[in-house]
């Protein structure tokens, strides 16, 4: 397993990605905030050209890649500065869940549109008062039944009907649906197991409400109210038996695109922050000569580039189909890339002095946007815990 040579078509993706990224760059972003848009040229244009369904199977119009050549795609339009974050969510979480366990309908309904970019599927499992305990989810799934078995409950009339709320959904507005995790009773236990459901966006009683937050990022985000949201027997995808295992296998792709997003964003800052320290004199030399400038550059490098190397093992181990040991994996670099990008963020920013709070630099917004990578999907002190307990082996305090 090579993780740190690239292959040649890895790298000519790398340079087309790059150079696409370079036409867009962050004053797209910028511009796209302030006409309160989201990024479609972007996307579209990234859709035609292949990058979005590059980890996509091949029958289905995907590139037939995995999580690591659709994370390098989201790495170096990030360190362009202009990311697509619901590459996070709409190829990578919900194209692969449907991919690994969707029906053949629903393959033929999604994956074609999710690969060129002309569907979007946002993903919902936060809830207001469900956070980071996702086993505390409340949203559920009742089997109505049409007076037949669930198998046939299109034609028969039974169906879904979903109760609940979530909150902080990333591009509700602009996903054709979202998948939404719920939760179904046991019919043997009683008790309430996951289960996913593809809720296209103008169903009626699914109603959302723009969050207002502080953020520089053409993507918005929503809480969600299901109110007797009623859906066909098919809207459920895969097994209503294996639900936690589906949602795993589209958890550990999550991480890694975020680890994506996070070193992305580090570069992006580092490069900015790098240019103007060659540039910027106010003694004998350019600041870049002064160690106290150099050295946490130098150190955030380090740092961001020890952080995609586990991104990148753990996108292996995710196209390996090794989901236990990617788990550990994407945690681990979800973590290593939170922390670098919150770092090299910070040292790009006091590099640049004044410069660096200024809108024309465009660096101090990313103070707050680096943030997110420290608290979604899972937050720092989660993944502590889970290495803790799942890798270490030490006791649960909670
Ligand atoms: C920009 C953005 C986009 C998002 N997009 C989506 C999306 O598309 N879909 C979606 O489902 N969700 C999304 N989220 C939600 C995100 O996954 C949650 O914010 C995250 O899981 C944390 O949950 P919380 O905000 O409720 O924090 P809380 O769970 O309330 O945690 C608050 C703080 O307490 C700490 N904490 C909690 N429990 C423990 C513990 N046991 N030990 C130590 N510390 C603890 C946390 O680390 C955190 O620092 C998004 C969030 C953001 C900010």
Same mark, same amino acid.
């Given at each position: 397993?090579?993780?740190?040579?690239?292959?040649?078509?890895?790298?000519?993706?790398?340079?087309?990605?790059?150079?696409?990224?370079?036409?867009?760059?962050?004053?797209?972003?910028?511009?796209?905030?302030?006409?309160?848009?989201?990024?479609?040229?972007?996307?579209?244009?990234?859709?035609?050209?292949?990058?979005?369904?590059?980890?996509?199977?091949?029958?289905?119009?995907?590139?037939?890649?995995?999580?690591?050549?659709?994370?390098?795609?989201?790495?170096?339009?990030?360190?362009?500065?202009?990311?697509?974050?619901?590459?996070?969510?709409?190829?990578?979480?919900?194209?692969?869940?449907?991919?690994?366990?969707?029906?053949?309908?629903?393959?033929?309904?999604?994956?074609?549109?999710?690969?060129?970019?002309?569907?979007?599927?946002?993903?919902?499992?936060?809830?207001?008062?469900?956070?980071?305990?996702?086993?505390?989810?409340?949203?559920?799934?009742?089997?109505?039944?049409?007076?037949?078995?669930?198998?046939?409950?299109?034609?028969?009339?039974?169906?879904?009907?979903?109760?609940?709320?979530?909150?902080?959904?990333?591009?509700?507005?602009?996903?054709?649906?979202?998948?939404? +995790? !719920?939760?179904?009773?046991? =019919?043997? %236990?009683?008790?309430?197991?996951? @289960?996913?459901?593809?809720?296209?966006?103008? *169903? #009626?009683?699914?109603?959302?409400?723009?969050?207002?937050?502080?953020?520089?990022?053409?993507?918005?985000?929503?809480?969600?109210?299901?109110?007797?949201?009623?859906?066909?027997?098919?809207?459920?995808?895969?097994?209503?038996?294996?639900?936690?295992?589906?949602?795993?296998?589209?958890?550990?792709?999550?991480?890694?695109?975020?680890?994506?997003?996070? +070193? !992305?964003?580090?570069?992006? =800052?580092? %490069?900015?922050?790098?240019?103007? @320290?060659?540039?910027?004199?106010?003694?004998? *030399? #350019?600041?870049?000569?002064?160690?106290?400038?150099?050295?946490?550059?130098?150190?955030?490098?380090?740092?961001?580039?020890?952080?995609?190397?586990?991104?990148?093992?753990?996108?292996?181990?995710?196209?390996?189909?090794?989901?236990?040991?990617?788990?550990?994996?994407?945690?681990?670099?979800?973590?290593?890339?939170?922390?670098?990008?919150?770092?090299? +963020?910070?040292?790009?920013?006091?590099?640049?002095?004044?410069?660096?709070?200024?809108?024309?630099?465009?660096?101090?917004?990313?103070?707050?946007?680096?943030?997110?990578?420290?608290?979604?999907?899972?937050?720092?002190?989660?993944?502590?815990?889970?290495?803790?307990?799942?890798?270490?082996?030490?006791?649960?305090?909670?």
């Amino acid at each position: 397993m090579s993780v740190v040579i690239e292959t040649e078509e890895h790298k000519a993706l790398r340079e087309a990605v790059a150079a696409l990224g370079r036409r867009y760059g962050r004053a797209y972003v910028t511009k796209a905030l302030e006409e309160g848009k989201g990024p479609e040229e972007l996307w579209n244009e990234a859709g035609k050209l292949g990058y979005l369904g590059v980890s996509l199977p091949e029958e289905y119009g995907g590139g037939g890649g995995g999580i690591y050549e659709l994370s390098l795609v989201l790495e170096e339009l990030g360190a362009a500065g202009c990311p697509l974050l619901l590459l996070v969510v709409s190829p990578a979480i919900c194209g692969t869940i449907i991919a690994r366990f969707g029906t053949d309908e629903q393959k033929r309904e999604w994956l074609p549109g999710l690969a060129d970019g002309s569907k979007i599927m946002s993903f919902g499992i936060t809830e207001p008062d469900a956070g980071s305990n996702s086993h505390r989810i409340t949203t559920t799934a009742r089997w109505e039944a049409g007076g037949t078995s669930r198998s046939s409950g299109a034609e028969s009339g039974g169906q879904w009907v979903l109760n609940g709320r979530k909150v902080f959904i990333s591009g509700v507005d602009i996903s054709d649906a979202t998948l939404i +995790v !719920g939760r179904t009773e046991d =019919a043997r %236990t009683g008790r309430l197991k996951p @289960a996913l459901f593809i809720v296209p966006r103008d *169903t #009626p009683g699914f109603h959302r409400t723009m969050l207002d937050m502080d953020l520089a990022a053409a993507e918005k985000q929503f809480e969600l109210v299901l109110e007797d949201v009623r859906l066909p027997a098919d809207a459920l995808v895969g097994d209503e038996d294996a639900g936690l295992l589906q949602l795993f296998a589209g958890l550990n792709p999550e991480r890694v695109m975020t680890a994506a997003f996070a +070193v !992305g964003m580090a570069r992006h =800052a580092l %490069t900015a922050a790098i240019g103007y @320290a060659k540039e910027r004199q106010v003694w004998k *030399t #350019p600041i870049g000569a002064h160690q106290a400038i150099q050295h946490p550059l130098a150190v955030a490098h380090i740092e961001v580039e020890t952080a995609k190397l586990m991104m990148q093992k753990a996108a292996h181990l995710c196209d390996a189909g090794d989901d236990l040991a990617a788990g550990e994996a994407a945690n681990m670099a979800k973590y290593a890339a939170g922390e670098a990008c919150v770092k090299a +963020v910070d040292t790009a920013v006091h590099t640049l002095g004044g410069n660096g709070l200024t809108k024309e630099f465009g660096l101090a917004s990313l103070v707050n946007a680096s943030r997110v990578a420290r608290i979604a999907p899972v937050s720092r002190e989660m993944i502590l815990n889970f290495v803790s307990h799942q890798t270490l082996g030490l006791p649960k305090s909670y």
